[in-house]
């Protein structure tokens, strides 16, 4: 199974194919239930793995190690990473590249901020020269077999931006991410601009970029959506509500009902990831029944 061109034939499908952010194993659980996509989301990982907002402080064998884990629990999912800047030298770049097609990553996204780096959808970014971003990235796309590339700018100057979307586009990268586009106007800019190639849109909940649809970005000629964070903060409102509920129930725990999640519905969750439960295309084995 070639997972880098499963994801590509995604991509050149018509409408928008959505990619799921995913911080750890247990929200790929639940997304795995909804959609055919995950995103290894950065943000999500450093909060996740760390307790840290992500600002750089992501250590790559930790990424790589998530990821491998991720690839044998769901063998039929499209993983997309997000590798910031390639964790600064362009070396290193390549050698996590290698790591994560070597275990079955779909593709990377790989940005041109420089450090201390930002998510893309604060203030605060700088990004690198561009010719200094284009050699790194030249490196990454040479160093790869299959492996999806996508070509990320933060620039955040509208001439910058257009000047750097159309040279990422002139590149070998597969899709184009300009992170943190802020109007339909400027993703229709940018489509123009990038003629082609493939195009890719981030939306993550309070950030700088409109609320889509996959039918509306789909009319904007977007191929690929990722959402970042919907499973994080989502997890974030829940757990805070279960234990303010809890504390005001003086540790009673709520009644159990049909609706609610117990111990066999997470096992039942938890059990589909088991390897043995996969046939060899990465589907879930059919039960023998007599």
Same mark, same amino acid.
């Given at each position: 199974?070639?997972?880098?061109?499963?994801?590509?034939?995604?991509?050149?499908?018509?409408?928008?194919?959505? @990619?799921?952010? +995913?911080?750890? &194993?247990?929200?790929?659980?639940?997304?795995?239930?909804?959609?055919?996509?995950?995103?290894?989301?950065?943000?999500?990982?450093?909060?996740?793995?760390?307790?840290?907002?992500?600002?750089?402080?992501?250590?790559?064998?930790?990424? +790589?190690?998530?990821?491998?884990?991720?690839?044998?629990?769901?063998?039929?999912?499209?993983?997309?990473?997000?590798?910031?800047?390639?964790?600064?030298?362009?070396?290193?770049?390549?050698?996590?590249?290698?790591?994560?097609?070597? *275990?079955?990553?779909?593709?990377? *996204?790989?940005?041109?901020?420089?450090?201390?780096?930002? !998510?893309?959808?604060?203030?605060?970014?700088?990004?690198?020269?561009?010719?200094?971003? @284009?050699?790194?990235?030249? &490196?990454?796309?040479? =160093?790869?077999?299959?492996?999806?590339? +996508?070509?990320?700018?933060?620039?955040?100057?509208?001439?910058?931006?257009?000047?750097?979307?159309?040279?990422?586009?002139?590149?070998?990268?597969?899709?184009?991410?300009?992170?943190?586009?802020? =109007?339909?106007?400027?993703?229709?800019?940018?489509?123009? +601009? *990038?003629?082609?190639?493939?195009?890719?849109?981030?939306?993550?909940?309070?950030?700088?970029?409109?609320?889509?649809?996959?039918?509306? @970005?789909?009319? @904007?000629?977007?191929?690929?959506?990722?959402?970042?964070?919907? !499973?994080?903060?989502?997890?974030?409102?829940?757990?805070?509500? %279960? $234990?303010?509920? $809890?504390?005001? %129930?003086?540790?009673?725990?709520?009644?159990?009902?049909?609706?609610?999640?117990?111990? %066999?519905? !997470?096992?039942?969750?938890?059990?589909?990831?088991? =390897?043995?439960?996969?046939?060899?295309?990465?589907?879930?084995?059919?039960?023998?029944?007599?």
């Amino acid at each position: 199974m070639n997972h880098p061109d499963r994801l590509r034939a995604a991509i050149a499908e018509n409408g928008t194919t959505p @990619l799921i952010g +995913v911080f750890d &194993m247990f929200s790929a659980s639940a997304a795995a239930q909804h959609y055919d996509g995950m995103f290894v989301s950065g943000f999500g990982f450093a909060a996740s793995h760390y307790g840290l907002p992500d600002i750089g402080f992501i250590a790559w064998p930790d990424l +790589v190690s998530f990821v491998q884990r991720l690839r044998l629990a769901f063998p039929a999912q499209h993983l997309l990473v997000d590798i910031d800047d390639g964790y600064v030298d362009p070396e290193t770049a390549c050698h996590v590249v290698q790591h994560l097609e070597a *275990i079955g990553a779909s593709g990377v *996204i790989l940005e041109d901020q420089k450090r201390p780096r930002r !998510c893309g959808h604060v203030e605060g970014k700088q990004v690198l020269p561009l010719e200094e971003y @284009l050699d790194k990235l030249t &490196m990454v796309l040479e =160093s790869r077999r299959d492996l999806v590339v +996508v070509a990320r700018t933060d620039a955040t100057e509208e001439a910058e931006i257009l000047r750097r979307a159309k040279a990422l586009a002139a590149t070998d990268a597969d899709v184009i991410l300009v992170d943190g586009v802020r =109007s339909v106007d400027w993703i229709r800019k940018v489509r123009e +601009v *990038i003629g082609d190639k493939p195009l890719l849109f981030n939306q993550i909940a309070g950030g700088k970029s409109p609320r889509l649809s996959l039918p509306e @970005l789909g009319a @904007l000629g977007v191929d690929v959506a990722i959402y970042s964070t919907p !499973c994080l903060f989502a997890a974030q409102t829940a757990m805070d509500d %279960a $234990l303010t509920g $809890l504390k005001a %129930a003086d540790g009673r725990l709520p009644e159990f009902t049909a609706d609610s999640v117990g111990v %066999a519905e !997470c096992l039942a969750l938890l059990e589909k990831n088991i =390897s043995r439960h996969h046939d060899h295309n990465g589907a879930p084995k059919v039960p023998v029944t007599s």
